[in-house]
């Protein structure tokens, strides 16, 4: 177990449809970052934020926005899905500035 | 930005052998290189992990170099066992500014141990 929480751990919705997927960071953990995984590809880094503050973008799409709250959990708000968008989403959490990242078991989506 | 290229895609081999997988990456500003084994079903693991001002770090079966010169870096597994099966990730971390960071992975390596 890392310590990372995410919900739900599966979740189908039709395309057009909008979806929050949520993440609780291990205890202390001030960074939380965002990935896609597509069939069978790698981990496309999505967003990091940093106690609160947006850090870092990678090749997150406009229709995709996130957030982290006071209590350092997070939320991936996804809009506008579409087929394509089916995927396992991670979250990984850290104490920020180059230290260890653990992953949370994702959020499987699949856009029908 | 950052590209980190893992080879091979692919790995077989029998039980009790050792098997290595290589990662290249791009930014000579990476400073920190982690491994994860991922499971079918699951979240990346960090199995281990190395730091640009070492050259080699063990944990038991495992262990990693770094080339920083060649701006390489390996893992090593011996003696491998049916368990060993997943697929790995290799990484870079990329520091942007203080508090920022991004890893960025390569493309996977799907590992199959045959007993």
């Known amino acids: 177990d890392s310590g990372v929480t995410q919900t739900p751990k599966h979740l189908i919705t039709a395309t057009g449809q909008r979806v929050t997927l949520r993440c609780s960071p291990r205890?202390?953990?001030?960074?939380v970052y965002w990935y896609q995984q597509s069939l069978d590809q790698g981990l496309q880094f999505l967003i990091q934020y940093y106690n609160g503050e947006e850090r870092a973008k990678g090749n997150i799409l406009e229709r995709f926005s996130a957030q982290q709250f006071p209590d350092l959990h997070s939320e991936l708000n996804l809009s506008s899905l579409e087929l394509g968008d089916s995927a396992l989403y991670f979250c990984a959490s850290s104490g920020g500035g180059g230290a260890e990242a653990f992953f949370g078991q994702g959020t499987r989506l699949t856009v029908v | 930005g950052e590209n980190v290229e893992q080879h091979p895609s692919t790995l077989s081999v029998q039980e009790g052998d050792s098997a290595v997988i290589k990662c290249t990456y791009s930014?000579?500003?990476?400073?920190?290189f982690p491994w994860y084994k991922q499971e079918l079903g699951k979240g990346p693991q960090l199995i281990i992990d190395i730091r640009s001002n070492v050259g080699e770090k063990k944990d038991q079966r495992i262990a990693v170099t770094l080339n920083k010169t060649a701006k390489h870096f390996s893992l090593h597994i011996t003696e491998t066992q049916p368990e060993d099966s997943a697929v790995y990730f290799c990484?870079?971390?990329?520091?942007?500014?203080?508090?920022?960071?991004?890893?960025?992975f390569g493309q996977g390596t799907r590992l199959t141990i045959n007993p």
């Open positions: 205890s202390g953990d001030l960074s």
């Open positions: 930014d000579s500003a990476s400073n920190y």
């Open positions: 990484a870079a971390d990329l520091l942007i500014i203080q508090g920022a960071q991004k890893l960025v």
